[in-house]
């Protein structure tokens, strides 16, 4: 792809190195102020779900680190070990932000219905784009038509738009977080501080997925249309 490609992947890769390592920071930072309330992250999440109404989702623990997720297939919030077990600030934060996601869930939220209907598109498009791209470039330098390559940029556009899509799924997951711990005084004003702090970090990691995918799209765009 040439010297282009090299350094903006470069370039990109740092960045998300290091909004990574910064998240990383924060949640072991706030992971030391301890809620007051005495509950785990489990139990918050238990409680956003009750006081939602929300009585078919279950809340587990899984391995891992920064693994947290919800599953709308099985309504199931999935929260790392440390969160789940654990009575802080950043477990608090993790484990109310999951459940907005089973929020988003049971209220039709219209940008995770959305992400959801992607999800087949994005899994076809990953599992070809390699081989579309690599095959792109050969046809590309042997017959100096961009063609095939247009078709590896077809495939990375979906990608593109499922991490434009997940941008507001995330960011008002976060909102309805730290809404609920207000609304009912979940936290003291000083974990509410650490918590919102902890979420704008992990709400970071996604929208520089989401640049990078749209800036290695231009690219691409680019380079095929210098082709002709």
Do not use: C
């Not at 989702?57 to 891992?64: A, D, I, L, P």
């Not at 961009?146 to 991490?163: D, K, W």
Request: aromatic fraction near 10%; charge should be positive; hydrophobic fraction near 45%.
């Amino acid at each position: 792809m040439g010297t282009g490609y090299i350094l903006l992947a470069g370039v990109l890769g740092a960045i998300s190195a290091l909004v990574g390592s910064r998240l990383r920071s924060k949640f072991k930072h706030y992971s030391s102020f301890q809620l007051q309330n005495g509950l785990s992250g489990k139990q918050i999440a238990e409680k956003m779900l009750a006081d939602h109404g929300i009585t078919d989702v279950e809340v587990k623990s899984v391995k891992g680190q920064l693994t947290d997720h919800y599953n709308p297939v099985n309504k199931t919030v999935n929260l790392s070990e440390v969160v789940y077990h654990q009575v802080n600030a950043s477990a608090a934060a993790v484990a109310a932000h999951e459940v907005g996601h089973a929020v988003q869930h049971a209220t039709a939220y219209k940008w995770l219905t959305m992400r959801s209907k992607l999800v087949p598109a994005v899994n076809l498009s990953s599992r070809f784009f390699n081989i579309a791209l690599i095959g792109g470039l050969i046809v590309l330098a042997q017959f100096e038509t961009p063609v095939v390559f247009y078709f590896a940029i077809g495939l990375f556009a979906i990608s593109t738009l499922f991490s434009l899509v997940t941008l507001p799924v995330e960011y008002d997951a976060s909102n309805r977080a730290l809404a609920w711990m207000t609304e009912r005084n979940m936290v003291t004003e000083q974990e509410y501080k650490g918590a919102k702090d902890a979420l704008k970090w992990a709400a970071r990691t996604y929208l520089v997925a989401a640049i990078g995918s749209i800036a290695t799209l231009i690219y691409f765009i680019m380079r095929a249309r210098s082709s002709n």
